[in-house]
């Protein structure tokens, strides 16, 4: 929607109101810091972006798509921030989605951006959807037998 924070947020809460007024679940994507094409979506794109900057110019479209928007459920995306992949990320996830926008839906990983089902499933708020692997035919990369794996309820 554009790089303007605000603009951002108010156009995507618009849309996701128009699309759930006519019955459909709306979903905001790429959950969060995704905006970068210099190596893309390989090991070398890691954004090292402070929590100021993650709050003032990544993190307010997410907050109005979730507080104005309504928003059902959130893509994470395949950026790695600080070290750490967006999908399995306990502050992204809880500490921000859950706890500081009070995000009630379900996440969803955007296809191979989960790097730890069994952390991602964990970390992640009740319901939340991640792919059971990258490509088709690919052997799952997590049971529910699987030790460290989450509880049944999650």
């Not at 090991?43 to 104005?68: K, W």
């Not at 952390?119 to 690919?138: C, H, N």
């Amino acid at each position: 929607m554009g790089e303007d924070p605000y603009l951002a947020g108010q156009m995507g809460a618009a849309g996701i109101q128009g699309v759930q007024s006519q019955g459909v679940m709306a979903m905001v994507k790429h959950y969060a810091v995704y905006n970068q094409e210099t190596n893309r979506n390989t090991p070398a794109d890691n954004a090292i972006v402070d929590p100021r900057t993650e709050q003032e110019i990544h993190l307010p479209a997410f907050s109005a798509a979730v507080h104005q928007g309504g928003a059902a459920a959130v893509m994470c995306a395949y950026s790695t921030i600080n070290g750490a992949p967006a999908c399995d990320d306990p502050y992204l996830v809880n500490t921000v989605l859950k706890g500081q926008f009070g995000f009630g839906g379900f996440v969803a990983s955007d296809w191979g951006a989960t790097k730890d089902g069994v952390r991602s499933a964990a970390d992640g708020p009740p319901g939340a959807a991640a792919p059971a692997s990258t490509r088709r035919g690919s052997p799952p990369r997590c049971r529910a037998s699987a030790p460290g794996s989450p509880p049944p309820a999650r």
